[in-house]
């Protein structure tokens, strides 16, 4: 079965820090890759997603990833946090052609020290 | 205002009791799903539609019930035979064409 993996369960960062958070899926097919975000009392929004193309994606709130096929790797990027990006952040998979069903990991809780 | 609704924020429920959480969209997508969302575990897939009058089951579909009879509303029965309800459960919708879902604001069942 798919999977996805986060193994950084949580994360505790000062402000101006640089921020790198790890995602693995098990599905050697074609993926859909997305970066989800719950911040304290708010909607799960959409980060950044990719779907095809340039490996080297950029999101909302200057955030990034970079997919990874030989890894299977989706890793989560920002060259420098503040004390607003405490969240929780999800990584997600959907395989293409199917029901577009999405496999989240078990994420990740940054907290940015300010 | 476009958008997912989830309705009601907060549910307390006595064991032995099915209730029903709304949800509702108004952004004309074709699919719906719901999810649950219990710490350390990310979220799980419970039921989800296609399209009106067809539904199916997700990872975690025993003890629930859901009904598509309507494009926008895709209500989730939590029934008593579900061992463990108590969690944050979200809604979320997807256009037919595109992959991106989005989420609602969750409801938080609390059984007592």
């Known amino acids: 079965a798919q999977s996805v993996s986060q193994h950084n369960h949580h994360v505790i960062l000062s402000e101006a820090a640089s921020l790198e958070l790890g995602c693995n899926y098990s599905y050697g097919g074609t993926v859909n890759l997305f970066w989800y975000v719950q911040y304290p009392g708010q909607h799960l929004q959409l980060l950044l997603k990719?779907?095809?193309?340039?490996?080297l994606v950029k999101g909302i709130k200057g955030f990034e990833a970079e997919f990874i096929k030989s890894k299977f790797s989706f890793n989560l990027r920002k060259p420098s946090v503040q004390w607003s990006d405490t969240a929780e952040y999800f990584c997600?998979?959907?395989?293409?052609?199917?029901?577009?069903?999405?496999?989240f990991g078990s994420g990740t809780q940054l907290t940015v020290l300010p | 205002d476009g958008g997912i609704t989830q309705s009601p924020k907060y549910l307390f429920r006595k064991e032995g009791q099915n209730v029903t959480l709304s949800c509702e969209q108004n952004?004309?997508?074709?699919?719906m799903y719901w999810y649950r969302q219990d710490p350390g575990q990310g979220l799980r897939l419970i039921y989800y539609?296609?399209?009106?009058?067809?539904?199916q089951k997700g990872d975690i579909a025993e003890g629930y019930s859901v009904s598509r009879e309507k494009k926008e509303s895709f209500p989730l029965t939590v029934t008593s035979a579900q061992k463990n309800p108590t969690a944050f459960y979200l809604c979320?919708?997807?256009?037919?064409?595109?992959?991106?879902?989005?989420f609602g604001p969750g409801t938080r069942l609390t059984v007592l």
């Open positions: 952004l004309n997508h074709d699919a």
């Open positions: 979320a919708s997807r256009h037919q064409d595109r992959d991106t879902q989005y």
């Open positions: 539609s296609q399209i009106v009058n067809d539904f």
């Open positions: 990719y779907f095809s193309g340039d490996p």
């Open positions: 997600a998979v959907t395989r293409s052609g199917s029901a577009r069903q999405l496999t």
